[in-house]
């Protein structure tokens, strides 16, 4: 990035800023921030301990600075300016969830399939965070992180005194990491329900107990049960030689649980029953290693991988000090807007086109490699050398350092 | 709460307030003839922490003199382990406090635990079966105890409510009185007072000691740390004095020292020595490469540890050996090597 690049970048930044709506934190006094220059680049110099008094200033700094990368700290402090930590005093943090593609198994390599891929799993945290940790709605804030991702700030004072490690729990939990099998399902012996007592019920002694969901109304026990029901519903639409094939080979999968599953695949009723927890297969003999298999699919389906989680290093949500983008700021890697979203506009929400910052003013640019980038709904294709776009695109290259300004 | 049950919760605001409005000094406590069976009970909180565990008496309200007895040695007991102000002691005596409770918990009603809950912050609703409690409550307490069964997703969760059995219930109570305890030791005792008490220290001091020495000898079994080689003391080195090791390091430790066939409380024992020692997150890395998920990690061998810069001080064993694992073993076989005759000895000796 040279220093012409460097000059228009900085002043897209100040004319962005002085109009943006920025999205002050709650508690903005106790907030340390941190700001990424695009002058000392291709270094990387964060400037930190940094607070604010109030929005105003925060802004008059934003448009006299024009930083490349504004973040803020998740946690609140007693003196968020202080140098060390330790003398910073922490009071406690907002939640924070961080989603990112270079997370993800198997991502795309282009940033929208990228990105519509974070999005599902966003979604899916949704889920976790509104069902299951039952937060309100209005507690939970969503951003796009203006880069390759998605970031949740849940702001419910319940949360900002758990430590790291309790923290880790929630990751745990929306991972499916950790989870014991047998806390989910157990036997129900029947006899007790229908109050014989008596072991040789209609001579069959061998049908004394069902399998049933323990908590199939809420949480992973929900998830459980409705994975096995649509499971079933889906493999009843098969060919009947069709059904079943990731369990059919387990050790105990007979003729007769393949009939009795064929029956409950194809009984409306049956279905529901295994949604309020029945697991009324039969007799199978290996039962665990059917709900096994069951449990492992339902974990795939469901869970959220957070950035960070997969190394053995702090995940990101359970780092109590960590800074955060500030929602409104620009993102100094592509130009584009980190924007809060409510819960309804997640999901028809455009990066490429709804982040989307600058005007389509024509540029003239240097592209130093040839690139395909799709945004506000064009797929331009950018050939090495010196051209004209659109400004946001022009932006959006130079911040990704494969263009510089002008024509020289 | 009655009097004779401050006694018996005397961790309680309630009960610290209580012996507040009694308004006598702490030197009376310390010195005066009166309180000697309060003090003699003091000691003995600590000596049964050490040993079988806290034991509690059953108290009415009209045992009035046993009531304050009892009463008055938390406050003492509390001095003493200050005095001392040993790591190891302070989570031994804060476990047996939060034990003892939870058993006396067990047999209370109801209404009592959450009494008791909301002390520490935890705002618990009954439903038939137990209790239910917000999530970030349970995982206040929840956390410390390690067996999987704890975890939040092995809970019911509905909407943010976590529910748990009564006994559940009063274990993660016993928890929040252990870490309530815990983070209040050491007090600021005046030195005045600790050296009135020099007689009940030093006859602590001793057992204390005597306990350690058991879990060097015993509880590690046949582990020997002067038996390690230079990179891994260095490595324990620089734990036990707060240095953060890089993670590859770490890991090199961590897997080596559970390759010998340490337990995860062993290897913290081993590093609690000091103040700076961060024992949450420390136990978190080493349960992160010891594997609770039950995958076990071998560690580098020498060529690897060089690779990445943890191989720090070498000596001449280590030149005849490729795997830091292999240090300890042949060191191991020396000293049986050279022990064995006279352990012969001595039997011979004794016969
Ligand atoms: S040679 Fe091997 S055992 Fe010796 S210090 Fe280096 S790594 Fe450790």
Known sequence: MNTSTKRYLKSRFHDYYREAKIHV???????????????????????????????????????????????????????????????????????????????????????????????????????????????????????????????????????????????????????????????????????????????????????????????????????????????????????????????????????????????????????????????????IRDFKAIMARFFDNTIDQHRVTLAGSAQVDEPVTADIKRLIRLPGSLHGGSGMKVIPLSLEDMEDFKPLQDAVAFSDRPVTLKAIKPLEVQMMDLDIRVEEGVQELPEYAAVYLMCRGVAEYGSY | MERAELALYPFTSAASQYVGELDFDLDRLINSRAFQSARLRGEERLIQSLTSGISKPSLTNTDEGRVLTELLSYPYARILVSCLNDPYLNRKYSHAEAEAAYSLLLEREDFFLREIGEEFGIHAKQHERGFHLHFADFLKYSTTLKAIEWKLINQRMVHGNVFVERKDFARLLQEAIKKNIHEGLPLKVPEKTC??????????????????????????????????????????????????????????????????????????????????????????????????????????????????????????????????????????????KFKKPANTKEKKGTE
């Open chain 2, 195 to 336: 050296t009135d008490c020099s007689g009940a220290l030093s006859r602590l001091k001793e057992l204390l000691q005597q306990k350690k020495g058991d879990i060097e000898n015993g509880q590690t079994g046949e582990v020997d740390s002067k038996l390690f080689p230079p990179c891994i003391n260095y490595a324990i080195n620089n734990v036990r004095t707060g240095v953060n090791l890089a993670h590859s390091m770490r890991f090199a430790m961590t897997s080596f020292l559970t390759g010998i066939g340490m337990t995860v409380d062993d290897i913290i024992n081993m590093f609690n020595v000091s103040p700076d020692f961060d024992e949450e997150k420390t136990r978190y890395q080493i349960e992160h490469i010891a594997g609770s998920s039950g995958t076990k990690y071998t560690p580098p061998s020498c060529s690897t540890m060089k690779t990445y810069g943890n191989c720090h001080g070498t000596d001449d064993l280590c030149k005849r050996i490729n795997h830091p694992l292999n240090y300890y073993r042949r060191k191991m076989w020396y000293k049986k």
């Open chain 1, 25 to 283: 934190p709650h508690s903005l006094t106790k907030r340390e921030w941190g700001f990424i220059s695009y002058d000392s680049m291709p270094e990387t110099m964060m400037y930190r301990h940094k607070a604010f008094g109030t929005g105003g200033e925060l802004r008059d700094y934003l448009v006299s600075m024009q930083p490349a990368h504004v973040y803020h700290s998740v946690a609140l402090y007693d003196y968020p300016d202080a140098p060390t930590m330790k003398e910073k005093k922490w009071k406690g943090a907002d939640l924070i969830f961080d989603l990112d593609a270079d997370h993800l198994q198997d991502a795309p390599t282009s940033y929208a399939a990228m990105l519509e891929m974070v999005k599902a799993e966003s979604l899916r945290l949704l889920d976790f965070l509104v069902d299951d940790f039952g937060f309100d709605e209005d507690n939970i804030k969503a951003v796009f992180s203006g880069g390759r991702g998605y970031h949740f700030h849940i702001t419910d004072p319940l949360i900002w005194e758990l430590e790291s490690s309790q923290r880790r729990e929630i990751v745990d939990y929306v991972g499916g990491k950790g989870i014991k099998s047998e806390y989910f399902y157990q036997k129900e012996f029947m006899i007790g329900d229908h109050g014989t007592g008596t072991r040789t019920f209609n001579d069959r002694t061998e049908i004394l107990s069902k399998y049933v969901i323990k908590n199939p109304d809420t949480g992973w026990g929900k998830r459980l049960a409705e994975y096995i029901a649509s499971y079933l519903e889906e493999e009843g639409q098969k060919e009947e030689k069709e059904r079943f094939a990731d369990i059919k080979h387990i050790k105990g999968f007979g003729k007769k649980t393949q009939q009795q599953m064929n029956r409950i695949s194809k009984d409306s009723k049956a279905l529901e029953d295994i949604r309020r927890g029945r697991l009324d297969f039969g007799k």
